[in-house]
């Protein structure tokens, strides 16, 4: 496809943001099965109804907009898709794959963050304000979904991975403290 005007740049991001969701359809059942943490196995699967409910809005915005989407692979949520299979064959079920598969999921959820941004703003030059408004929608919900992962991370996922297993390391000894114990020798 030739981009050659903003509008063909529009149509462009778009098809490429609706074959990474369709992608993201077929992973997130996959991370939902390999993970372990209830409230992670629940994200993944509010996700991918959410997930279903953008894709209907892409619907809707070409239907508004009257426009044929181009059949586009996404080679970036290709990557990121392969990235989390990866994950999942090389990490032992249990706390630290959780807290890989969320590092992984949270990718995906800043690619498309980068990529709703960007439409939206496009669509508001091209004074599109329906079209603009539905992909706000959607950009707020993909930037609710990396906050409910950084949430889990940060309340127990990582913690739980440390504690499976994580060796820990004492703190890194201070300049006070190492003169202290210079001048007790």
Do not use: W
């Amino acid at each position: 496809m030739a981009v050659k005007t903003l509008q063909d740049l529009f149509l462009h991001e778009l098809s490429d943001i609706y074959n990474a969701e369709k992608q993201l359809t077929r992973a997130l059942p996959k991370l939902a099965r390999a993970a372990s943490h209830p409230e992670l196995v629940n994200a993944f699967e509010s996700h991918l109804e959410e997930t279903h409910g953008q894709i209907e809005r892409i619907d809707r915005i070409v239907e508004i907009g009257g426009l044929s989407l181009k059949r586009i692979k996404c080679a970036a949520m290709e990557g990121l898709v392969e990235e989390g299979k990866e994950v999942i064959e090389e990490v032992a079920k249990g706390p630290v794959l959780d807290a890989a598969l969320i590092a992984a999921a949270q990718k995906v959820e800043h690619y498309e963050i980068a990529s709703y941004g960007t439409l939206a703003a496009l669509a508001r030059l091209l004074n599109q304000a329906e079209i603009e408004k539905l992909l706000q929608q959607t950009l707020e919900e993909e930037k609710k979904a990396d906050q409910k992962l950084s949430t889990l991370a940060e309340s127990s996922a990582n913690a739980e991975a440390l504690e499976a297993g994580e060796p820990r390391r004492p703190a890194p000894a201070t300049q006070a403290g190492r003169q202290e114990a210079t001048q007790r020798s």
